[in-house]
């Protein structure tokens, strides 16, 4: 597979998140208001067990991210590396929980069409003009940029070029800083995703990482799964880095980070509001409950902290 057809793969799996993330908060496993100007149709139905992981990801990040906004009371900055059409940014502004700045980072050609998105479709650009202090506003094709809410293309393989596209538009490296990477770092050799989470350690010196993606992909059901994305020609340069959850943990010790824990989905599915569980779980019949564990195991959380502030930043857990 060449280098250009493998990253256009890896661009399309920005979809494949987005219109699952749809179908299953148009099944009440969430609410999410803005993802219908993302993507059009709700599209053909999901099994009830890919809809369970999706509402375990979509906690289970939320869960680490909300308790990192409180903990800081906000004052902070978000960087959503590989953020595809995530609609975190608006759930934040809703639920008043924004954080000074909301930085995401993605290919141009992503960026290109998210902001196409937000540019003609006003329940998106409101809020955003709602943040926005003075008339200006930076809105071209391939960046944005406002008081509150920032997209830069960039390539995540390409650090210095990151770095300095993100001070450009004003990142504070002293604020405490959340970086999140939800399915994306998988995608990268383990040095490219290592040189990422180490120049996080390097630019922030109070921050939290936190990181979704694969794991125990050495067993059978894992190599399954790596067929399946292979078969889709994506790039899974990665998945090296994702044997086991002292694999996640270590990417981040080894690179400058005070501490890191790691838990695989089922254990985070386990650990969600059981009421809510409960609710969701009457949403749709499940028959194999054992499909569900398998796929959950093989999906993981791990984060990281740094605490120079001495903020309590590694009590953050579930
Ligand atoms: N984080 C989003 C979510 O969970 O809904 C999107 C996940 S999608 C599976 C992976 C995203 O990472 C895509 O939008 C892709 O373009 C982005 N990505 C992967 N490698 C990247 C790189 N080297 N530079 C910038 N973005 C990248």
């Given at each position: ?192 995703s290592s040189n990422v ?31 399946n994305l292979r078969r ?27 501490q890191s824990d790691a ?56």
């Amino acid at each position: 597979i060449d280098s250009d057809t493998s990253d256009e793969a890896v661009r399309a799996t920005c979809d494949d998140a987005t219109i699952c993330k749809r179908f299953a908060s148009s099944k009440s496993y969430w609410k999410d208001p803005y993802i219908q100007y993302f993507v059009r149709s709700v599209g053909e139905r999901k099994a009830p067990e890919i809809n369970r992981g999706y509402y375990a990801r979509v906690q289970g990040v939320n869960h680490l991210l909300d308790a990192f906004l409180r903990k800081t009371h906000c004052d902070c900055q978000v960087i959503n590396l590989g953020a595809g059409l995530d609609t975190t940014f608006w759930r934040l502004k809703d639920e008043n929980l924004m954080p000074r700045k909301f930085f995401e980072v993605d290919f141009p050609t992503v960026v290109a069409r998210k902001i196409h998105n937000i540019k003609t479709k006003p329940p998106l650009s409101k809020p955003l003009i709602e943040t926005h202090s003075t008339d200006s506003l930076l809105l071209d094709a391939h960046s944005l940029d406002s008081d509150r809410y920032c997209i830069i293309g960039a390539d995540l393989r390409d650090i210095s070029n990151l770095d300095e596209k993100l001070k450009k538009f004003q990142l504070n490296p002293e604020l405490p800083t959340l970086l999140l990477s939800e399915c994306v770092l998988v995608y990268m050799t383990p040095s490219q995703s290592s040189n990422v989470v180490h120049w996080a350690a390097e630019t922030f010196p109070t921050a939290m990482f936190v990181n979704y993606e694969q794991v125990n992909m050495s067993d059978r059901f894992g190599q399954v799964m790596i067929e399946n994305l292979r078969r889709r020609q994506c790039n899974l340069a990665g998945v090296e880095a994702c044997q086991s959850l002292d694999t996640q943990r270590e990417r981040f010790l080894k690179t400058g980070w005070e501490q890191s824990d790691a838990l695989d989905m089922m254990t985070v599915y386990s650990m969600l509001p059981q009421d809510d569980v409960a609710r969701i779980e009457r949403l749709e019949f499940l028959d194999e409950r054992e499909l569900l564990q398998q796929l959950l195991q093989h999906y993981s959380i791990c984060w990281a902290t740094k605490d120079k502030l001495k903020l309590g930043l590694s009590q953050l857990a579930f």
